[in-house]
């Protein structure tokens, strides 16, 4: 199947995004906080990220929800640094410690293809934010040289519409956190600005506005749409029954929610009384009894694969 970004970058449309991003990066607007660093100079902001991007691993990924891993992998280029800084972020050496290497698109667009080549199912960036512009220039150079799988957009979910514009037609498959439903716990826990759920839910209905519902093929493999993930907080610190409420109201009842129980704590959490323990078998049977209430998705048919 041909994907639709081919028609972008055979038309010219896709370089264009690709200038239009990379403006972005000097006076830096690539993120909602709009810190206004000149990171074409290699200035660095709050996510502490200059021009080029930063890579922590690239490999075929069999953890990620059935359609996305699949049995052949889901390709994840997971990118180092991050424009929020969660208290218990179980990858934090790799997101706030920015433990990776610094590549050029070049050798970007070169990771591609060869998760590509391995029959990865698609291209999984993994926090991928800051680096929009230059993931964007690195998609373009791919698909040039022969890049034709689903690309996927596996975020934290404080992106800006005015970015996510750009990645119409390019990205397929958004894998977007909707993380809390009150700013001070956004702020707390995370170091969000406190526009976090209202920002939050702009980029969630405009992710769904391009992709719309989960489509799979005929062997359970996602191909286009859209699914946000929530992680269960101990003390409802995550606000999970009205941020169930908001996505069933203002995104719509067919949308699919990964719904996580494994939080466990990492990096400072221990120093935060109310989030230092894992949740509790009620605290998760309440969340699953909200998404029933709510009349919401989760689940999918667990992927086929035949061999190759
Ligand atoms: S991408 Fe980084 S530097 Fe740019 S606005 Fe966001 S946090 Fe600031």
């Keep these: 199947m041909q994907q639709p970004y081919l028609s972008l970058y055979q038309s010219g449309v896709l370089a264009q995004r690709v200038q239009e991003a990379y403006q972005m990066l000097e006076g830096c607007r690539v993120c909602p906080r709009n810190c206004g660093v000149n990171r074409l100079k290699g200035e660095q902001g709050f996510c502490q990220s200059g021009l080029l991007p ?4 690239c490999n075929s990924h069999h953890g990620e929800e059935p359609p996305i891993s699949g049995c052949r992998g889901s390709g994840t280029i997971f990118l180092a640094n991050c424009n929020l800084r969660c208290v218990f972020c179980q990858n934090y050496p790799i997101s706030q410690l920015g433990v990776g290497n610094e590549v050029t698109v070049e050798e970007l667009a070169g990771m591609m293809l060869k998760l590509q080549k391995k029959g ?5 960036f993994v926090t991928p934010t800051h680096f929009t512009p230059q993931i964007l220039h690195a998609i373009e150079l791919a698909v040039r040289d022969g890049l034709n799988i689903p690309l996927l957009w596996n975020t934290n979910g404080y992106e800006s519409v005015e970015m996510l514009r750009l990645l119409d037609g390019v990205i397929s498959i958004y894998l977007p956190d909707a993380k809390y439903i009150n700013p001070q716990m956004a702020q707390k826990y995370s170091n969000a600005p406190l526009d976090y759920p209202e920002v939050n839910l702009s980029a969630l209905k ?3 506005r391009q992709t719309g519902s989960l489509i799979v093929d005929e062997q359970g493999i996602a191909q286009k749409g859209m699914i946000i993930r929530h992680l269960v907080l101990p003390e409802g610190i995550a606000g999970t029954k009205q941020v169930l409420k908001m996505l069933a109201q203002e995104i719509s ?3 699919h929610i990964s719904l996580m129980s494994q939080y466990f704590p990492a990096n400072k959490a221990a120093s935060y009384p109310s989030i230092n323990r894992r949740i509790t078998k009620q605290e998760y049977d309440d969340a699953l ?3 029933e209430q709510e009349g919401l998705c989760e689940g999918w048919i667990q992927p086929y694969c035949e061999e190759e």
């Design 289 to 291: 009894k909200w998404l």
């Design 253 to 255: 009842k067919n949308v």
């Design 206 to 208: 405009e992710m769904w």
């Design 54 to 57: 930063v890579v922590s691993s």
């Design 120 to 124: 990865c199912h698609n291209i999984n």
